[in-house]
């Protein structure tokens, strides 16, 4: 992804020589971006997901298929429709 912000910290002495240490002759931003992506990005990502499961679970259940070759086309169908990028991917697996 294109880097298009810019972000100014001003650190005290201890930190940056933990900055320096940390970098092992990497450049400095890469080190930071490092971090934001360990403390900043991964659980927001982690917490997304956690929510999207907690959304499943509140889902009524549904009776499964009684035909499963037209469950099947009819699923495809509406993956279809719906402009689902992955279309066919479940084919591919079986």
């Given at each position: 992804?294109?880097k298009t912000?810019?972000v100014?910290?001003?650190?005290?002495?201890?930190?940056y020589?933990?900055?320096?240490?940390?970098?092992?002759?990497?450049?400095l931003a890469?080190?930071?971006r490092?971090?934001?992506?360990?403390?900043?990005?991964?659980?927001?990502?982690?917490?997304?997901?956690?929510?999207?499961?907690?959304?499943?679970?509140?889902?009524?259940?549904?009776?499964?298929?009684?035909?499963?070759?037209?469950?099947k086309?009819?699923?495809?169908r509406?993956?279809?429709?719906?402009?689902?990028?992955?279309?066919?991917?479940?084919?591919?697996?079986?």
């Amino acid at each position: 992804m294109a880097k298009t912000r810019k972000v100014q910290v001003t650190l005290d002495e201890t930190q940056y020589e933990s900055l320096l240490r940390a970098s092992r002759g990497r450049k400095l931003a890469a080190v930071v971006r490092e971090a934001v992506a360990k403390y900043c990005v991964e659980p927001d990502t982690q917490h997304r997901r956690l929510e999207a499961i907690d959304k499943l679970y509140l889902l009524d259940p549904v009776p499964a298929p009684k035909n499963w070759a037209e469950w099947k086309r009819e699923y495809g169908r509406l993956k279809t429709r719906f402009g689902a990028a992955d279309a066919g991917a479940d084919d591919e697996r079986r």
